[in-house]
């Protein structure tokens, strides 16, 4: 994330408003969304957790990346 310049706001940014985006079959329960975000596609993996906090979910991050997409 830091070498993207990216902070935890656009990554919830990119998990409740971006589009689904992925590529190969991963794991059950798995999100892959993208979002178009200042002239790039940013990509974020979250897997749900074992653990829960308060009653809640707990989901993990497991990648945050840049993609190559065509312009639109």
Do not use: Y
């Not at 979250?46 to 809640?56: C, I, K, L």
């Amino acid at each position: 994330m830091l070498t993207l310049r990216l902070d935890l706001e656009v990554v919830l940014l990119v998990l409740e408003d971006g589009f689904d985006c992925s590529r190969s079959p991963r794991s059950a329960g798995t999100v892959e969304r993208c979002l178009r975000w200042k002239g790039k596609v940013v990509k974020v993996v979250a897997v749900p957790s074992v653990v829960q906090w308060n009653g809640e979910e707990i989901w993990l991050v497991i990648h945050v990346g840049e993609i190559h997409a065509p312009q639109a």
